[in-house]
């Protein structure tokens, strides 16, 4: 790690932390609290993604539905009306419909291939993003001042790292400028977290072997082809699996820092709390 002790870690003026875990546990509220505290740099994985990577996708997406209805088109051709995604920290709505779900397409569902494409979109402007941050910590200092630094991670990070591998591409560069932490969640945490999802849920970029696993297993238990998977139930069906797939993975990558559990998150509301936190998790870490 990059603080050898917990006590360089507090005494620190150049702390840099990079969140990671489930989503929906607290990543991006402790970083816009950190960010509110105007000592940090907030830096947005999935804002990354969104803007500098995935944003011509999503933006030649909804040009393509537009363009199918004749009124749109024609304004669109004669330059008339523009449409562009409303993305931000607070909204990053563009990035989760455009990667979308496989199913029948009167549902909103897209065809497999079409989805896996997305998929695989997606992987690569994540890694991309997340080899991104160094160059972040740089640019937050030097254009900004911001000497404190946060990574807000997608759930999705546990699916593109090998965390037994010393030499992970990924790991290894941002172990080397940031402290990782681990917001560890609980059986209520999960419990909760499957019920909002069953009540809203969204798409997901998933570990190409994973996908491709739990889509020929749905397909055999409901008996159905891909035309006539309703996609909200898939991935409704797929979200506590997806959890159980990703649990051990964060739990192996936590070995590369350190492990807060997410309750003791969830009352943290100033800067000071959160160094005390980390500082205490450094402290116990065997």
């Keep these: ?40 740099f907030h830096y947005s994985i999935d804002y990354r993604i969104g803007t500098r990577y995935m944003g011509e996708y999503i933006a030649d997406n909804a040009l393509s539905e537009a363009m199918k209805q004749p009124f749109l088109r024609d304004m669109l051709l004669t330059d008339s009306i523009s449409i562009k995604s409303n993305l931000s920290f607070d909204n990053l709505t563009p990035v989760s419909a455009y990667i979308g779900k496989p199913g029948n397409p009167i549902l909103g569902g897209l065809k497999i291939d079409e989805y896996k494409r997305r998929q695989e979109q997606f992987k690569r402007a994540e890694i991309q993003a997340l080899l991104d941050t160094p160059h972040f910590i740089q640019r937050a200092e030097l254009i ?40 560890k969640e609980d059986p209520e945490h999960i419990a909760e977290l499957i019920k909002r999802f069953d009540r809203k849920p969204k798409p997901m970029a998933y570990q190409p072997a994973f996908l491709e696993r739990v889509w020929k297993e749905y397909l055999s238990e409901q008996q159905c ?37 997410a309750k003791n998150i969830h009352d943290c509301e100033d800067e000071a709390k959160f160094v005390e936190i980390v500082f205490e998790a450094i402290k116990s870490k065997k």
């Excluded at 990059?2 to 402790?30: C, D, H």
């Excluded at 159980?244 to 936590?254: D, G």
């Design 1 to 40: 790690m990059i603080y050898v002790s917990a006590e360089e870690w507090y005494s620190s003026n150049r702390k840099s932390v990079l969140i990671f875990g489930m989503s929906g546990l607290g990543k991006t509220r402790l970083s816009k609290m950190l960010r509110k505290s105007a000592h940090w």
């Design 225 to 261: 082809k891909e035309n006539d998977v309703n996609p909200d139930n898939f991935i409704r069906w797929t979200y506590s699996r997806a959890l159980a797939h990703r649990q051990p993975r964060y739990e192996k990558m936590a070995k590369w820092g350190i492990t807060i559990n």
């Design 144 to 183: 900004y001042g911001y000497t404190h630094f946060v990574c807000d991670t997608g759930g999705s990070i546990c699916e593109w790292v090998d965390p037994n591998n010393p030499s992970d591409e990924i790991l290894s560069k941002l172990s080397k400028h940031m402290l990782l932490i681990w917001l």
